[in-house]
């Protein structure tokens, strides 16, 4: 028997693995020794019996091993962000540049987006010339130089993890912890982090809708990645809307720049993006606690230092020069844009964000496999929030389309995501603290 084998059937008979025999498969996925049946078996496995806490760190390791590990040598802590993902979630955007004009480096290695959640990379490209793809030199020289770049994850990060994560997306294996802790924290850890906070969502567009099963994530990861050796906590924050009031790549940027110009237009998106930031400057050393750690994040936004390192960055990864100040010529249009409207009136007490993440998807700006391609201007604006008073015919949201079949396609979509009552309590936007 071999050793992958025999490792799947200790698993399979509940006996946890050593760290060896842990990195001797991880070894194996990333140069093909462990076929695609024994990578199956084995996430199979995991899902039905678990790893502990120990081997969650093992696997962890083993797969940021299998790769290049980034080594820094810069005069600030190196630190990051990382969110579960969904609706109207464009705080990278805003966090990273401020991190970096608060004294921090954050070499950010982001994803697409998949499914009914919007990816960071998608974002940043609807920016007119920018690149995500970078090789590892040219990742370092941008950090070095910007203090925070935002780039894809380059084919030497965590080969292993890009193996497995194909596999579990084939197997029915995706929703363990296990799994989704160590496939996070592998390519994290191999950008070579000293402190990570983590953006856990929770509500009806998220990836784990339940508090109670968002909380398990959080408290796994930041166990394994302090295991790991990288200061680490997480907040639970609220997904029961979107974040901003947009849901679309270009849409989304339009916000963001919106906010760089005056935070207190979109205070939603402003305070999780102070909050995840006041954790990393405290992890990081840069603050005395998390809340100097906000105050510094709220005056890089309000003073504008945020919005200039923003600008250089854009300009830095390709984009233009002077997007700070004509972004909205360098963002993509839709053709067609049309109130979608309250077929009644009342106060808006929920909206279905998976709902709006599938009508964005059947506009063209969403995907429903890896390889589809997207359209960079189509989406959702101007996105009611909870709690607020709506007669009937007021707009719910704009929908940005490419043509009148995408309108059609898109209003299916949405019927029925907006809920109204008599009376909504807006919900809280950070629900606690994991660590």
Request: glycine content about 12%; proline content about 4%.
């Amino acid at each position: 028997m071999t050793s992958a084998a025999r490792l799947i059937a200790g698993l399979r008979d509940g006996r946890l693995p050593s760290a060896g025999e842990i990195a001797e498969f991880a070894r194996g996925l990333a140069d093909g020794t462990v076929s695609d049946a024994q990578a199956g078996a084995f996430a199979m496995a995991v899902c039905l019996k678990g790893l502990g806490t120990a081997g969650r760190v093992a696997l962890t390791e083993a797969m940021r091993d299998s790769g290049r590990v980034m080594r820094w040598d810069l005069p600030g802590p190196v630190v990051d962000k990382h969110s579960t993902g969904g609706i109207g979630d464009a705080v990278s955007l805003l966090l990273a540049p401020a991190l970096a004009v608060c004294g921090a480096y954050v070499p950010m290695v982001s994803g697409r987006g998949l499914g009914h959640t919007g990816g960071t990379l998608d974002k940043l490209e609807a920016i007119a010339g920018l690149r995500t793809g970078f090789s590892p030199g040219d990742f370092r020289a941008l950090v070095a130089e910007q203090g925070a770049a935002i780039v894809a994850a380059s084919a030497e990060i965590a080969p292993a993890d890009r193996r497995l994560y194909a596999i579990r997306d084939v197997t029915g294996t995706v929703e363990s912890i296990d799994l989704i802790t160590a496939s996070i924290l592998s390519k994290k850890l191999a950008a070579g982090l000293e402190a990570l906070v983590m953006d856990v969502k929770a509500g009806s567009g998220a990836f784990l809708p339940r508090i109670e099963d968002a909380r398990a994530l959080a408290q796994a990861i930041c166990d394994t990645a302090n295991g790991a050796g990288c200061r680490t906590a997480a907040l639970i924050t609220d997904m029961s809307q979107p974040l901003a009031p947009a849901a679309g790549n270009a849409l989304e940027v339009a916000v963001v720049m919106e906010a760089f110009e005056n935070p207190a237009a979109h205070p939603a998106l402003v305070e999780v993006t102070a909050a995840l930031g006041g954790e990393a400057l405290a992890l990081a050393g840069l603050a005395t606690d998390a809340r100097e750690g906000v105050a510094a994040i709220r005056a890089a936004l309000a003073d504008g230092r945020a919005a200039e390192r923003w600008g250089a960055m854009v300009a830095a990864q390709g984009g233009p020069g002077d997007f700070l100040v004509r972004w909205r010529d360098h963002l993509p249009k839709a053709p067609l844009v049309r109130a979608f409207a309250a077929t009644a009136g009342g106060v808006l007490s929920a909206i279905d964000g998976r709902a709006l993440g599938h009508a964005v998807i059947a506009l063209g700006g969403g995907r429903k496999v890896e390889s589809d391609r997207i359209d960079p201007s189509v989406g959702l604006s101007a996105i009611a929030r909870i709690g607020d008073r709506l007669e009937k015919g007021d707009p719910l949201c704009l929908v940005h389309a490419a043509d009148e079949a995408g309108l059609v396609v898109a209003e299916a979509e949405l019927a029925g995501a907006f809920s109204l009552a008599a009376t909504a309590v807006p919900p809280r936007l950070i629900h606690e603290r994991v660590a």
